[in-house]
T-cell receptor
Framework: GAGVSQSPRYKVAKRGQDVALRCDPI?????LFWYQQALGQGPEFLTY????????KSGLPSDRFFAERPEGSVSTLKIQRTQQEDSAVYLC??????????FGSGTRLTVV | AQKITQTQPGMFVQEKEAVTLDCTYD???????LFWYKQPSSGEMIFLIY??????QNATEGRYSLNFQKARKSANLVISASQLGDSAMYFC????????????FGAGTRLTVKP
């Protein structure tokens, strides 16, 4: 596609519920990144894929967070047993080369 | 340790005036890239400008320029001839090392352009 597509755009989850957030990167982009942006703050790095390989997951805040990219294209960020502090915008970005990162519009997760 | 510091939570500028948004960074890697992004209220991250650590000249993109002072580890964004549509959050970010590594962002500066 023309840009990075994220779905859903908005998600409301009850505390304790599992959620899955999808990122469809630009076709052919090798690298894919997930970021978490709390209200009023800058994006915080979560994890990074190069093709299907997860090269860095140091930013995942707990073992409730899990990301995958099994075929090297679409990626899913899963959060198990959501808690209120998980409420944030989750941004996905993809890149073909080190210079150009393209971000999606994000998924706004609200845990109630 | 915070690698990207943006010390101005909010800035105001009069329409048509120039404004400088501050950014300092911390790295021991000789190879790095510095980025500025704009995030309007709609939430998307819009790439504005890039400066590589080995670039000899300051980057410019239209009304945006990056005042790169390597010894001081600062990478301030200058917006000339401000427009009402420039009102948004602005984030400075850094990518360290060679290759396609992740970026780390500052806390951002909210710019408001006054008519």
């Amino acid at each position: 596609g023309a840009g990075v597509s994220q779905s859903p755009r908005y998600k409301v989850a009850k505390r304790g519920q599992d959620v899955a957030l999808r990122c469809d990167p630009i076709s052919g982009h090798v690298s894919l990144f997930w970021y978490q942006q709390a209200l009023g703050q800058g994006p915080e790095f979560l994890t990074y894929f190069q093709n299907e390989a997860q090269l860095d997951k140091s930013g995942l805040p707990s073992d409730r967070f899990f990301a995958e990219r099994p075929e090297g294209s679409v990626s899913t960020l899963k959060i198990q047993r959501t808690q209120q502090e998980d409420s944030a915008v989750y941004l996905c970005a993809s890149s073909l080369e080190p210079y150009g990162y393209t971000f999606g519009s994000g998924t706004r997760l609200t845990v109630v | 340790a915070q690698k990207i510091t943006q010390t101005q939570p909010g800035m105001f500028v009069q329409e048509k005036e120039a404004v400088t948004l501050d950014c300092t960074y911390d790295t021991s890697d000789p190879s790095y890239g510095l980025f500025w992004y704009k995030q309007p209220s709609s939430g998307e991250m819009i790439f504005l400008i890039y400066q590589g650590s080995y670039d000899q000249q300051n980057a410019t993109e239209g009304r945006y320029s990056l005042n790169f002072q390597k010894a001081r580890k600062s990478a301030n964004l200058v917006i000339s001839a401000s427009q009402l549509g420039d009102s948004a959050m602005y984030f400075c970010a850094m990518r360290e090392g060679e290759g396609n590594n992740d970026m780390r962002f500052g806390a951002g500066t909210r710019l408001t352009v006054k008519p």
